[in-house]
């Protein structure tokens, strides 16, 4: 029996759908939505019925037949910490969507959208690998002041699923492994996959790790407290600072990596010395990962996401690490597969999806 799979990654200004028969994508469509349709609505969780009502027109329109498909897998949200997995989405997990413990994001409509139109058609909705995951071991918990807790927040899908993809790739299992995920895209998260768990990761979401394209990852402490308390910046000027106008943007004006690798190729010394910047900090991150976390133990290296494929940068990150372990490339993210993947080994009883509480 082949089984139908629709996955749904909303994001801040589009929604991503597709349709996979198994592993095999046979429909994919990115819907944008305009400043002024969700400027109607008060909170993110508000747009879920019109981003549902335009998936369902969009699929119509398509000529996609909704009732074969055997599960709809939707982008995990800002929910609680929880384990790696699949789960259903639930009666609590919807209350958490429309109120995250943790945050608004539009990610969160994914469980909301999904639970409708499974609901319809009669199936089950998923959520895969939230960005919450949290496996982290208690020490890496630690910052330095209980006031201020590390927290995991990460690509956990994308890192999951290529971990797993390299295990496969070696001939080996995910959990017999010892990794090093690095994901480089708007946000980088270095994480330590210690024998099928993440035990430690970069908060990739808010000020935490390397800089990235567009976030300024960890800054000194004591010149942040400074401008905090200068009088200088509003509060949303200096969160800016950390996410979405930092690294590339404040050293550069452009978040756009292609931009940067391009002017890199074309000699752009200044520009060369931020990106090897860059580098140079998920490099110390890799490091300080693997002599901590995995004790000098790392089977693989993996560095996956958009960036991976500009191969001067990979190439520079292997210089850095690559003498801790082998490193493998795997470009892109490709959210919707792994989404349809995980909704697939729940069908095929290869796991179990797990109760949101």
Known sequence: MTH??????????????????????????????STEELALFEKIADQYPFRKEVILRELKEAGVDLSDVA????????????????????EAMVKDLFNSPVGEHAC????????????????????????VVDEMEEV??????PAFPRLSVFHALNQKIIARQLAKDLGKK???????????????????????????????????GPFTPE??????????????????????????????????????????????????????KEWELVYRAMAYQIAKEVGGLAA?????????????????YDKTF????????????????????DEMKALALNGLMVLNHEVEAKVYQ
Do not use: W
């Open 140 to 145: 890496a918990r630690f910052s330095g002041h």
């Open 174 to 208: 995910y959990e017999d492994l010892n990794l090093i995920g690095v994901h480089l895209g708007g946000g980088i998260s270095c994480g330590a996959h210690k024998k099928g768990r993440v035990v430690d990761v970069n908060n990739a979401l808010n000020g935490e």
């Open 4 to 33: 139908k799979i629709l996955t749904i990654n909303p994001g801040s200004t589009s929604t991503k759908i597709a349709v996979f028969e198994e592993e095999t994508q046979v429909f994919k469509k990115t819907l944008k939505h």
């Open 71 to 90: 599960c709809v897998v939707g982008r995990g949200g800002l929910l609680k910490p929880l384990i790696s997995g699949v789960y259903g989405v639930n």
């Open 215 to 268: 976030r300024s990852g960890t800054l000194p402490a004591g010149l942040l407290v400074d401008a905090c308390f200068s009088g200088k910046y509003t509060k949303k000027e200096i969160g800016l600072m950390l996410k979405g106008k930092g690294g590339f943007v404040a050293y550069l004006g452009t978040n756009d990596a292609l931009e940067v690798e391009n002017a890199v190729k074309a000699g752009n």
């Open 314 to 333: 990979c190439g520079i990150l292997k210089d850095h690490f690559g003498k801790i372990a082998p490193v493998y490339v795997y470009p892109g993210e």
């Open 292 to 308: 901590s976390a995995l004790s000098m133990d790392v089977d693989a290296i993996y560095i996956t996401g958009g960036m991976a």
């Open 108 to 131: 969160n409509l994914g469980g909301l959208i999904a639970k409708d139109i499974a609901k319809e058609i009669g199936v089950n909705a998923y959520v895969a690998d939230p960005v």
